[in-house]
């Protein structure tokens, strides 16, 4: 079975510029997160959806935001991007959310701003 | 506020000396703590959940604890494959699975 897809897997772009981010996740799985990695950190909780929903944000400007689609899949979107946006940016699916249910990470997707 | 502190930040082995690393964390309600491995340029990958005070899981050269206050991930007899960042996370009880990561353990296992 395939893991958590992402693409694309780098991505240059300029300050000012927008950015979609898309994530599969696992077969079965319906719920999606996002995570931001900025490099010598740990990952940094963005969003959760479940079923469509927001189920979860984290401490993220209002340019991020998200959405996920009937197949279950998911985009980020990230506005008016600044140098600072630069990071790894993880995807992650479970099969429910609020359960101790381990999540299982995709590869990134490695964000320049340049 | 959910935190995760690690500790050492890097810690430098020669291939068959075994250490421990150290994960402290405060948050309300524990719903489970984890460890993930990391290779550069690569997303986590789970090692364990740990979900009460006393309980303990291994797999292969790496066993992992958990008290009321940390988590000890200890490795025995470490290979050079064994170099990678070892991140701790902690998922509070709550409507979704957010996990709060400390900064990771860069592990590195000299021949």
């Known amino acids: 079975d395939a893991g958590v897809t992402q693409s694309p897997t780098h991505l240059i772009k300029t300050r000012g510029q927008q950015v979609t981010l898309r994530c599969s996740p696992i077969s079965g799985h319906k719920s999606v997160s996002w995570y931001q990695q900025v490099l010598g950190q740990g990952p940094q909780f963005i969003f959760q959806y479940y079923e469509k929903e927001e189920r979860g944000r984290g401490n993220f400007p209002d340019r991020f935001s998200a959405r996920q689609f009937p197949n279950y899949s998911s985009e980020l979107n990230v506005n008016a991007l600044l140098l600072g946006d630069s990071a790894l940016y993880l995807c992650?699916?479970?099969?429910?959310?609020?359960?101790?249910?381990?999540?299982?990470f995709g590869s990134g997707t490695q964000l320049s701003v340049l | 506020e959910d935190q995760v502190t690690q500790s050492p930040e890097a810690l430098r082995l020669q291939e068959g000396e075994s250490s421990s690393l150290n994960c402290s964390y405060t948050?309300?309600?524990?719903?489970?703590l984890f460890w993930y491995r990391q290779d550069p340029g690569k997303g986590p990958e789970f090692l364990f959940t740990?979900?009460?005070a006393g309980e303990e899981k291994e797999k292969e050269r790496l066993k992992a604890t958990l008290t009321k206050k940390e988590s000890f991930l200890h490795i025995t007899a470490p290979k050079p494959e064994d170099s990678a960042t070892y991140l701790c996370?902690?998922?509070?009880?709550?409507?979704?699975?957010?996990?709060?990561f400390g900064k990771g353990i860069t592990l590195s296992v000299r021949p």
């Open positions: 996370a902690v998922q509070a009880a709550g409507a979704n699975s957010k996990l709060t």
């Open positions: 992650a699916s479970s099969l429910v959310p609020g359960s101790n249910e381990k999540l299982f």
């Open positions: 740990l979900y009460s």
């Open positions: 948050v309300s309600g524990l719903r489970g």
